[in-house]
């Protein structure tokens, strides 16, 4: 089963940093991620969600590669391509893999105005490893929500504070 993390950060840009290393991170072999989305609460009181992977281009990709195939078997690969892309980026609009978009702007919902949150999937991951290798950014974090046991959540909470304690600064 994977893991729901929703970290409150004070701006979007250092929630985009985030994001940034856990990609990086999973580079590494440190965790694998499912969805990793910004949520953003603008000057205005508007949620904004900032996905880490665009469905419909995707789904126009991979739409148009089987469009080819299934061209070339009906001797009109032209023809294939352009009716897959479209079908692939059709389905790819109206997919939601990963984590919900209404519980992604119920998240949005509850930030202050001008904050963001990250809200990551985790398929798995070695949480000691990867919140020391983003413990700069520990004092501004705030655990908003997880689907983890209550011992597992505990346990992070408590990573966060002790990182947030070796940087000198006071969690939020």
């Known amino acids: 089963m ?3 993390v929703v970290v409150g950060f004070p701006t979007v840009s250092e929630a985009e940093t985030v994001r940034r290393d856990l990609v990086d991170l999973q580079k590494e072999q440190l965790l694998s991620l499912e969805d990793a989305v910004v949520v953003e609460r603008d000057s205005e009181g508007q949620v904004h969600l900032h996905q880490a992977i665009n469905l419909t281009a995707a789904g126009a ?15 009109n690969p032209l023809l294939g391509a352009a009716v897959g ?41 070695s949480p000691d490893r990867v919140i020391e290798r983003l413990q700069a950014h520990a004092p501004n974090a705030r655990l908003l929500r997880t689907n983890l046991s209550h011992a597992d959540e505990a346990r992070l909470r408590q990573l966060l504070e002790q990182a947030s304690q070796q940087t000198g600064g006071a969690s939020a």
């Open 2 to 4: 994977s893991s729901l």
């Open 61 to 75: 990709a991979s739409g148009g590669f089987w469009g080819v195939l299934v061209g070339l078997l009906f001797l």
């Open 85 to 125: 892309a479209g079908v692939g980026a059709a389905s790819g609009a109206l997919s939601d893999l990963g984590i919900n978009d209404g519980f992604l702007r119920e998240v949005g919902d509850g930030l202050t105005t001008g904050t963001a949150a990250l809200c990551v999937l985790v398929r798995e991951s």
